[in-house]
C-alpha cells in the first residue's frame, strides 16, 4: 500500500517565515542610501518571489512523504556554529580574514569524502576565486564598506 500524499506543511512555514523576513527587509532597507540599499533589496524580492513559488507548488503538488536521510548531527552543529562564529567576528578581525577562516573551516567540516590533493588544490582555487569576486563585488561594484578589522 503506497503512502497518503502530503504537504509540506514545515517547508510552507519556512517559506512563510522567509516572506515576513524579506519584507521586513525591504520596509527597513527604506532607511538606507539608494546606493546602499540595492542589495538588501534585491535579496528580499528574490526571498519573496522565491518563497511564493514554494508556497504555490507545496500546495498544487502534494507529495508522498520521503524517508529521514541520516545524517552528522555533530558536522551540522560545526557548520552552525562556524557562520555564527563568522558573524560575529567579521567587525574584529575583518572580511577578509575572517572568511578565509570561515571557508577553510566549512570545506573541512563538509567535506565527507577523501581528501586528495587534486581536491584540495581544486577547492583552494575555487574558494579563492569565490571570495575574490565577492570581495570585487561588494567592494568595488556595490562599493559596500567590508569590515577592515585588526588583521586584514
Known amino acids: 500500500m503506497s503512502e497518503p500524499l502530503r504537504r509540506d506543511l514545515p517547508g510552507i512555514a519556512g517559506s512563510a517565515a522567509f516572506i515576513v523576513v524579506g519584507a521586513l527587509a525591504l520596509y527597513y532597507s527604506e532607511e538606507f542610501s539608494a546606493l546602499g540599499a540595492v542589495f538588501p533589496r534585491t535579496m528580499a524580492v528574490a526571498m519573496i518571489l522565491l518563497s511564493a513559488v514554494y508556497i504555490a507548488v507545496a500546495l498544487a503538488r502534494p507529495r508522498a512523504p ?10 551540522r552543529i560545526a557548520l552552525a556554529v562556524t557562520m555564527l ?12 580574514t575572517t572568511s578565509v577562516t570561515a571557508i577553510a573551516a566549512l570545506l573541512v ?8 590533493p587534486r581536491m584540495a588544490v581544486a577547492y583552494v582555487a575555487f574558494a579563492a576565486l569565490m571570495l575574490g569576486g565577492l570581495y570585487a563585488v561588494f567592494r568595488y561594484a556595490l562599493q559596500v564598506p567590508l569590515p577592515t578589522g585588526i588583521l586584514i
Open 109 to 116: 567540516i563538509a567535506n565527507y569524502a577523501r581528501w586528495t
Open 85 to 96: 562564529a563568522w558573524a560575529l567576528l567579521i567587525d574584529r578581525l575583518g572580511f577578509l
Open 66 to 75: 520521503r524517508p529521514v536521510e541520516a545524517g552528522s548531527t555533530w558536522r
